[in-house]
């Protein structure tokens, strides 16, 4: 759909005239593909501040852009950043999160009478509100994410290795549709589950004990993110109590979610009850993340974090409870902020699944 | 083994002396990898003209660095780099390869009295050459890369599609002990081999085609590189010609690789006979490049590219020819260049196997 990246390159066409500057000079690969369609490992955009734009890219996917963003200017060349960077007049505005020093000082010294300026995070602010579109593809990346849990399920019990859980789900992903997992898997078995981000290794699951699996699928560049938290055999006192309050707390972040609400307010919801419980310091993160074109965007939501939530901002809500030694619990949706109430992507059960 | 990140540490500092700087901030994560064996997604290293070190990365990753590098003080920080960057005195040379302009400026914010200048490529220069140990891991991960392709073979018959050969050329690897596929693999048949970095798609593999596999395992860090073309069914006249003409240039490569060669005569020894053979336009990347911690590394070699080999640099041999609208041949092998003449690190024939 070229008219939907174009009327992206024209809002940020309005913010690069806002802060005075020409051109805007895109390199962040996932930004380029926001504002053209095209997914490529070596590619820059040129947008001016009349909303005009030229995009570069190499030989290997000059037939895709051709094919993906026919209204767009098309230079077919290694140096992307480069080539673009000189036809660039007056103010330049350049990545600065994205392009490294050896970069910046090299296209500083190829460039006359043209001044650099940093764009800040103006593609990563309009990419934060998403449109019905970007929610499809992430309603049905989580779909597939939904579905292989459902499918590995058996295959989790005692004997079985977190390494072989994480292939079996990743693979069941991709057979189910999924371009790749969306990260690397996290499966963390008994006192392991203690770790927020464990690297699934050669831990054999034993009856007695909770599984975290952390996982989501890739759909068209779109990132699913779901965690849940089972038990083996049978739950005992205290792993039941933790996941009642975790639970519990990450109903508290859902409800919390509504459009203009304070990001550490939202936080908040959930914290409180884990803290009131005597579990704040087994809480070590943030509640949650925004989510779509990358695994982490804005907004961020944590005590200590600024910022609201909007409308149509998709996110995640993952409090999680660790003790060390023992093992841990975390649950997480990924759901779309919505005037009505939070829309929930990833949709199997947060019963807890006695297997 | 932290004595063999011990002695790398101490060549560095040899080289930061030698630039006058009184300590280099490492934040390239392969590159700190390289110097204290820590694997971590977020990590920086300081590194002092003296030979001591500090090492930051956070809590995720604190337990593995007391593990891997416990002769090294380790600062467990969010804010590697920053933190770091705190410790230094005089003059600090950083990776402005690695460091976005944004982290850069936010450091030179931090900092009092510390002058930050470039430590270039300091690191990857003391990478290229390779000592056994890290040649032993290449040679696994190639072993793994040759024992996939054997297992795949029996499934490239027509049919199948690309990308079904590429999810099970990948499958396998990590079946056979890979970490993961070192890069995103390649399976090209039929007209898509005329594309060097086809994307593995829908393409079903008929009689006649020409397939072209690019792919290899990650072992411990390190990259195989390997990729055969086979035809399906029986060879026409034409594939066979640019098999031949591949595979002598393939040898001749492989021959010329050889300590204090120019990298462009190692190019030119295969680049001349398929120029010869008036293929010259239907070649358009350079031979090969160097492998090891990152799947591309120095040395690179193509006809425009300076530096010379030395022993025990492992390198790809790439030569192809690919005939737009009918087909491709690419033939490479990831080997060592000994004094005594490469070593092949994968060892799959090159003969046109017929399947």
């Known amino acids: 759909m070229p008219e939907i990246h174009e009327a992206r390159r024209v809002r940020l066409a309005a913010l690069v005239a806002g802060q005075g500057a020409d051109a805007a000079l895109v390199t962040h690969l996932v930004n380029v ?128 290795t977190e390494r072989e859980i994480a292939i079996e789900l990743e693979r069941t992903m991709v057979d189910l549709g999924a371009e790749r997992p969306a990260f690397a898997s996290i499966v963390a078995s008994g006192p392991n589950g203690a770790i927020p981000h464990h690297v699934p290794g050669a831990r054999a699951i034993e009856s007695g004990d909770l599984v975290t699996m952390d996982f989501g699928a890739l759909h068209e560049g779109y990132h699913a993110d779901m965690t849940r938290t ?32 304070a990001t550490k307010n939202v936080d908040a919801a959930a914290r409180d009850l884990i803290e009131a419980a005597g579990y704040g310091g087994e809480f070590p993160h943030g509640l949650g993340h925004g989510v779509g074109l990358e695994i982490h965007e804005a907004p961020l939501m944590g005590y200590d974090k600024t910022g609201k939530l909007m409308d149509r901002v998709p996110i995640t809500v993952e409090p999680g409870v660790y003790v060390a030694g023992r093992g841990g619990v975390r649950i997480e949706d990924t759901l779309v902020v919505r005037a009505d109430g939070a829309e929930l992507l990833t949709k199997t059960t947060k019963e807890l699944l006695v297997i």
Chains 1, 2 share one sequence.
């Open 33 to 160: 593909r926001y504002l053209t369609g095209l997914a490529s490992s070596n590619a820059a955009l040129l947008v001016r501040a009349d909303g005009t734009a030229v995009l570069a890219t190499d030989g290997r996917y000059a037939g895709t852009a051709a094919r993906v963003c026919p209204d767009l200017e098309c230079v077919v060349e290694r140096e992307a950043a480069g080539v673009l960077a000189a036809r660039a007049v007056g103010r330049l505005a350049y990545e600065a999160h994205d392009m490294t020093v050896e970069r910046r000082d090299a296209l500083a010294g190829e460039l006359d009478g043209v001044e650099l300026a940093s764009l800040d995070r103006a593609v990563e602010e309009l990419r934060t509100v998403k449109d019905e579109g970007e929610i499809g593809l992430l309603r049905e990346a989580c779909a597939i994410t939904d579905r292989a849990f459902d499918a590995v399920l058996p295959s989790i019990r005692p004997g079985r």
């Open 230 to 261: 089972v038990v083996v055999g049978a739950a005992g006192g205290w792993e039941r109590e933790i996941y009642d309050l975790v639970a519990a707390a990450q109903r508290a972040g859902v409800e919390a979610a509504t459009p203009e609400t």
